[in-house]
T-cell receptor, first 116, second 114 residues
Framework: DTGVSQDPRHKITKRGQNVTFRCDPI?????LYWYRQTLGQGPEFLTY????????KSRLLSDRFSAERPKGSFSTLEIQRTEQGDSAMYLC??????????????FGAGSRLTVL | KNQVEQSPQSLIILEGKNCTLQ??????????LRWYKQDTGRGPVSLTI???SENTKSNGRYTATLDADTKQSSLHITASQLSDSASYIC?????????????WGLGTSLAVNP
């Protein structure tokens, strides 16, 4: 296992198009997170899954955004009708839930989206 | 309001020098504090994670301290290397009902020059 993989690494699209990002977490991790990060800012939480269940969604996740983790393994993040404000780095992270709460998130390299 | 503030916003040092980054938080109820290193264009990588009872934790040339009373943490980098150039982000976890949530700082951008 080589860590968290994200695909594609870069995506350039025109406003109004749909885009989909894929994340493959570390295989033994049961939690998967999506974050968005713009230049000079820290990551902003979007949503997370425990196994296949989507347990929390941020207010940032408008109705144009949808995330799935159908079999509790890989996840997809789809953005419909993209807007220029969606341009950002989309980071995926995974972790193994621990009762102590000190679960360490392992991040992927991110998928950079540019909306023209 | 739960907040994490980091200082300085940016820092430039010469290779081989030491530096200390600061993190102040007003997060409650506190669960743990993490420091991440993020290279430009990459995802964050965990350096340390500290719980309430831990005052100091080291990871190679990185040493993190935590004062839970004053709600302050620092990350000390010893004998800096060019590869230490990155953004260092402080993240505080807190308990919210049955969930644990993370508050991310904006990071300190460190540039190590030869």
């Amino acid at each position: 296992d080589t860590g968290v993989s994200q695909d594609p690494r870069h995506k350039i699209t025109k406003r109004g198009q749909n885009v989909t990002f894929r994340c493959d977490p570390i295989s033994e991790h049961n939690r998967l997170y999506w974050y968005r990060q713009t230049l000079g800012q820290g990551p902003e939480f979007l949503t997370y899954f425990q196994n296949e269940a989507q347990l929390e969604k941020s207010r940032l996740l408008s109705d144009r955004f949808s995330a799935e983790r159908p079999k509790g393994s890989f996840s997809t993040l789809e953005i419909q009708r993209t807007e220029q404000g969606d341009s950002a780095m989309y980071l995926c992270a995974s972790s193994q839930d621990r009762a102590s709460g000190a679960n360490v998130l392992t991040f992927g390299a991110g998928s950079r989206l540019t909306v023209l | 309001k739960n907040q994490v503030e980091q200082s300085p916003q940016s820092l430039i040092i010469l290779e081989g020098k030491n530096c200390t980054l600061q993190c102040n938080y007003t997060v409650s109820p506190f669960s743990n504090l993490r420091w991440y290193k993020q290279d430009t264009g990459r995802g964050p990588v965990s350096l340390t994670i500290m719980t309430f009872s831990e005052n100091t934790k080291s990871n190679g040339r990185y040493t993190a301290t935590l004062d839970a009373d004053t709600k302050q943490s620092s990350l000390h980098i010893t004998a800096s290397q060019l590869s230490d150039s990155a953004s260092y982000i402080c993240v505080v976890s807190y308990n919210a009902g049955n969930n644990r949530k993370l508050i991310w700082g904006l990071g300190t951008s460190l540039a190590v020059n030869p």
